[in-house]
């Protein structure tokens, strides 16, 4: 086991004992949120005139398509976390199957 496998191992194995959805809820949250910033400052940038900016933000039709988009961009968080965890989950294993049982970090968890 080589010394990035090592750190993987030990950093992976301390995210995986807190468990699968803290991680996703956690991440999803997160990354929801930052998609959600992303497309505000792209609805920003796209209008065509500055001079009403704050009006046009505060309006209550603007209000509602964001609510429905803050719900989508969560649920793309949710699944991009969800995603992210099926492929650490993948590495993790694999290091698992290539590696001795004896050369393995000592981990506060049974590994199967």
């Known amino acids: 086991m080589d010394e990035s496998d090592r750190k993987y191992y030990l950093k992976w194995g301390w995210t995986r004992q807190k468990g ?15 998609l959600l910033c992303m497309r505000i400052v792209i ?25 429905g988009m803050a719900i989508l ?10 995603c992210l965890w099926i492929g650490k989950e993948s590495r993790f294993n694999q290091i698992l ?7 393995l970090p000592y981990l506060n968890t049974y590994v199967k």
């Open 20 to 34: 699968k959805g803290r991680y996703i809820f956690t991440r999803g949250v997160c990354y929801g949120f930052f």
């Open 73 to 82: 961009m969560i649920l793309a968080g949710f699944l991009v976390a969800w």
């Open 97 to 103: 199957k290539d590696t001795p049982k004896e050369d």
């Open 43 to 67: 609805d920003i940038i796209q209008m065509p005139s500055y001079e009403h900016l704050l009006e046009d933000i505060t309006s209550q039709d603007y209000m509602i398509v964001l609510g």
